[in-house]
């Protein structure tokens, strides 16, 4: 695919594809995407073994100039945060191990996706 082709949209919800299946191939359990809460959301929820994982995907063109990791500032992982409790109360999981993993992504037009995979990233 061409970027001049996808847009910013496009390109994160293949971004948001690939990680589904990057995670699935790493055995985690998916039990939730796109979840929405008030003004906010969770790219993925998942059960890796015996721990929830709310995972955030950050997917950027590999031309880009901003890096996944760079997107992900205090104020989006305070979000995540506040999301992440509500879904744990909604779901009484108040007792669950959890932990909050980035999955960045860079897209290139000739390879495809690279991904690394931040567990336990704040």
């Known amino acids: 695919m061409n970027k001049r082709h996808l847009s910013p ?3 994160g919800k293949l ?3 690939y990680a589904l299946g990057y995670l699935q191939n790493k055995k985690f359990r998916i039990l939730e995407k796109s979840f929405r809460f008030y003004r906010g959301e969770i790219d993925i929820i ?3 073994i015996d721990t929830l994982v709310f995972v955030e995907v950050k997917t950027r063109h ?3 100039r901003i890096t996944p990791e760079e997107a992900i500032t205090p104020k989006k992982q305070q979000q995540i945060r506040r999301i ?3 879904y744990v109360s909604i779901k009484n999981l108040e007792d669950q191990k959890c932990r909050f993993d980035v999955l960045a992504l860079r897209y290139d037009d000739i390879q495809g996706f690279h ?3 931040y567990t336990d990233a704040f």
Do not use: P, R, V
Request: net charge negative; proline share 0%; glycine share 6%.
């Open 115 to 117: 991904a690394t995979h």
């Open 9 to 11: 949209y496009e390109l």
């Open 62 to 64: 590999l031309s880009d």
């Open 84 to 86: 992440a409790h509500a």
């Open 15 to 17: 971004g948001e594809d």
């Open 46 to 48: 998942a059960f890796d």
